[in-house]
């Protein structure tokens, strides 16, 4: 079993900044990938950015050059840092955490974004 916490989530002015954290806990050997996604009401949850065991990183074009994605190994955290956010980022974002094929992956409870205009 794997936790994971995220925090950082709130209410921001559009072209403001938040950064998302989450927290991994339990059975995290093995994990291929963290990554953040988001689904806004009515929609799809979707990717938002990744960041695999070895550093690779992964953005949705929407969010290229205003999201960053990092991971700090030695505490088990994943965060996203979000500058010149847009009404459009609103959503609640969930950290996911992605193991080799054949093992599910896991999700946290969510953390809600929103930005007003």
């Known amino acids: 079993q794997v936790q994971l916490v995220e925090s950082g989530g709130g209410l921001v002015q559009a072209g403001g900044s938040l950064r998302l954290s989450c927290a991994a806990s339990?059975?995290?050997?093995?994990?291929?990938?963290m990554g953040w996604y988001r689904q806004a009401p009515g929609k799809q949850r979707e990717l938002v950015a990744s960041?695999?065991?070895?550093?690779?990183?992964n953005y949705a074009d929407s969010v290229k050059g205003r999201f960053t994605i990092s991971r700090d190994n030695a505490k088990n955290m994943v965060y996203v840092q979000m500058n010149s956010l847009k009404v459009e980022d609103t959503a609640v974002y969930y950290c996911?955490?992605?193991?080799?094929?054949?093992?599910?992956?896991?999700w946290g409870q969510g953390t809600q974004v929103i930005v007003s205009s």
């Open positions: 339990g059975s995290i050997f093995g994990i291929m990938a």
């Open positions: 996911n955490a992605d193991f080799p094929p054949g093992i599910p992956s896991y």
């Open positions: 960041i695999t065991s070895g550093g690779r990183t």
